[in-house]
Nanobody, 124 residues
């Protein structure tokens, strides 16, 4: 079992930046592929980005490529999402997710563990 707790969300103006964190506990963090998803009001949860166990492989949704960066610190059991040049369309609840599978992919059902989410609101 893995417990995930997100933090760092908030209200920011368009063009601004935020860094989200996801602290993991319960199992060996470095054994898990990690990801960020987001869900806007009235929409389905969508993939944002994922990172491999070692951090050596990452993948991004087209909508965030070049603006968002995922990273992890296995010594701190934490994964990060650095977001820059935020847009109003980025407004959503952001969720951290984990899977013991070598590569979780872009589907919600590819991940076994989820955090409670953190709200990101971008004002235009």
């Amino acid at each position: 079992q893995v417990q995930l707790v997100e933090s760092g969300g908030g209200l920011v103006q368009a063009g601004g930046s935020l860094r989200l964190s996801c602290a993991a506990s319960g199992r060996t963090f470095s054994n898990y592929t990690m990801a960020w998803f987001r869900q806007a009001p009235g929409k389905e949860r969508e993939f944002v980005t994922t990172i491999s166990w070692s951090g050596g492989r990452t993948y991004y949704a087209d909508s965030v490529t070049g603006r968002f960066t995922i990273s992890r610190d296995n010594a701190k059991n934490t994964v990060y999402l650095q977001m820059i040049r935020l847009k109003a369309d980025d407004t959503a609840v952001y969720y951290c997710a984990a899977t013991a599978v070598r590569w979780g992919g872009v589907q919600v059902d590819g991940y076994d563990y989820w955090g409670q989410g953190t709200q990101v609101t971008v004002s235009s």
